[in-house]
């Protein structure tokens, strides 16, 4: 194996140079907490808001991480806890049940808060877990609804969510008390979420930064010869930046594994002449980011190459354009398969524009034209998310009038992903058949070129920002990528 040889004279000095101007980031006040709890109260105006954390780990000896929902209320990031406020007249009195672990086991995985020092920690009152049951029990009798926070990592996995123990405690607690109400309180934290503070904001800065010179690092990678090299020059950074983890598992796929969207193994061979898909990204103080960046392995596009990235990234302008303040978020998703649609048709990989085929997947073409468009097959995904707590965090553009708003975090990530697989896999129907004996020679000349460019962005009062740095232009990656060879494996 080629050893990754990163020295500090090549990389850390371009990182030094940005991240010293950069003052230094702390965490989120504690009147921050506070005044997310006073919102929340605001909203419920009367009711028992029960959330859940994390439990600790059983499957390893990893890292505890706190589950969003519960850090964003509690600044708790301990596990095994639970936070309960009862909401009267919308002012709310909440409660910390903590679970201490035991002296010895301190001695091995350090000390928790506990009843006597929650107050002073977190602001918020104390009590052993032990007294949960018991106050559920007890407030179910008051006959106010219940509002519950799940314990679920991101909302992305909320429908999967039925065996946790916020979701057999509510359960059990709804068997006992006939009648109890129990509401689910996510979209009203969502949308407190949703808006970032100046605070939060600073943090996401900081996340973008570090990711940014990961990318960096990963494109002046000498002679990378597997996935798994540029991953690791991806996370060596991240963590010698000061970012606790990667914000998702880290996708590198190289060649036929960049036209899938989610590939995580990172254990292929990389090629020249590949193309790598380099979805990977930094979380900072809870924060994450979330940039893509697409190279060729042996430092040059191909023409083909080319093509298709320079037609990702037009429809990533085209998005910016149509992502302003006061601006809807659906038009940036509209101009940028456009432009990726017009494109394709240009190229010879759809028949036109507006041409259809018959998906694999289940859809109603007549109420979803969109889906059954030849080239939704070439790009798959939408181009948005928020960004915050959990990488695909609440954005203001998704409630309300659907307007981006000052405090908007969130990103932007056209891409086209050609493989004559995703034709192999069509229905035998007649409008399938003549789709693929009209595309199907240029497919093999774009085969396997999978791009996607992913940036971050936040909506001050001066309008759309992109915080997100690293090279994103052929010329500017391309130049980069020409200064491997002063990096001696």
Same mark, same amino acid.
């Given at each position: 194996m080629i050893q990754i040889c990163l020295p500090r004279s090549a990389t850390a000095a371009v990182a030094a140079v940005v991240l010293a101007a950069t003052p230094a980031v702390?965490?989120?006040?504690?009147?921050?907490?506070?005044?997310?709890?006073?919102?929340?109260?605001?909203r419920v105006e009367n009711g028992i808001v029960v959330a859940f954390g994390g439990r600790t780990l059983v499957h390893d000896y990893g890292t505890f991480f706190q589950l969003p929902a519960f850090h964003y209320l509690t600044?708790?990031?301990?596990?095994?806890?639970?936070?309960?406020?009862?909401?009267?007249?919308?002012?709310?009195a909440g409660t910390l049940f903590l679970s201490p672990i035991n002296a010895r086991t301190a001695f091995y995985y350090?000390?928790?808060?506990?009843? %006597?020092? !929650?107050?002073?920690? $977190?602001?918020?009152?104390?009590?052993?877990? =032990? /007294?949960?049951? #018991?106050?559920?029990?007890? *407030? %179910?009798? !008051?006959?106010?609804? $219940?509002?519950?926070?799940?314990?679920?990592? =991101? /909302?992305?996995? #909320?429908?999967n969510d039925s *065996?946790?123990?916020g979701q057999a405690t509510m359960r059990a607690l709804a068997a006992q008390h006939a009648g109890l109400v129990v509401k689910d309180a996510h979209p009203l934290v969502n949308q407190l979420r949703a808006r970032k503070s100046a605070a939060e904001i600073a943090l996401l800065r900081?996340?973008?930064?570090?990711?940014?010179?990961?990318?960096?690092?990963?494109?002046?990678t000498a002679n990378p010869q597997h996935e798994y090299e540029l991953r690791a020059s991806l996370e060596y950074t991240f963590t010698r930046l000061g970012a606790e983890r990667p914000a998702y598992g880290s996708i590198v796929g190289a060649g036929i594994n960049g036209t899938q969207l989610h590939y995580m193994k990172d254990t292929d061979p990389a090629r020249p002449g590949d193309l790598v898909v380099m979805d990977a990204a930094a979380e900072f103080h809870g924060y994450a980011a979330d940039i893509t960046r697409t190279i060729p392995v042996s430092g040059t596009f191909t023409k083909e190459q080319k093509q298709i990235y320079q037609l990702v990234r037009d429809a990533q302008d085209a998005a910016e354009r149509n992502s302003k303040p006061g601006m809807r978020a659906q038009p940036a998703q509209d101009s940028s398969v456009m432009v990726r649609a017009r494109g394709?048709?240009?190229?010879?990989?759809?028949?036109?524009?507006?041409?259809?085929f018959d998906p694999p997947w289940p859809v109603t073409c007549a109420q979803q034209a969109a889906a059954c468009r030849q080239s939704n097959l070439w790009m798959i995904h939408g181009i948005s998310h928020g960004l915050g707590l959990a990488v695909h965090d609440p954005v203001q553009a998704s409630f309300g009038d659907a307007t981006y708003r000052v405090g908007d975090a969130f990103t932007i990530e056209p891409g086209i992903y050609i493989s004559t697989r995703a034709l192999d896999v069509l229905p035998d129907t007649p409008k399938n058949k003549a789709f693929i004996a009209k595309v199907r020679a240029t497919v093999k000349k774009y085969e396997n070129s999978g791009v996607r460019i992913e940036d971050d962005y936040i909506i001050t009062d001066k309008g759309l920002e992109r915080i997100s740095t690293a090279p994103r232009e052929i010329a500017e990656i391309e130049a980069l990528m020409r200064r491997r060879a002063r990096i001696q494996p």
């Open positions: 702390g965490q989120i006040p504690a009147a921050d907490f506070a005044a997310r709890r006073d919102s929340l109260a605001a600044n708790l990031d301990e596990p095994d806890a639970a936070f309960v406020m009862v909401v009267r007249d919308r002012h709310g350090g000390q928790r808060a506990d009843s %006597a020092s !929650s107050q002073r920690l $977190f602001g918020i009152a104390g009590r052993p877990f =032990d /007294a949960f049951g #018991a106050m559920l029990d007890s *407030l %179910a009798a !008051s006959g106010l609804p $219940f509002y519950t926070l799940a314990d679920f990592e =991101d /909302a992305d996995f #909320a429908r *065996l946790t123990r900081k996340a973008a930064e570090i990711s940014s010179e990961g990318h960096r690092a990963a494109m002046l394709l048709a240009a190229l010879g990989l759809v028949e036109s524009m507006d041409a259809t």
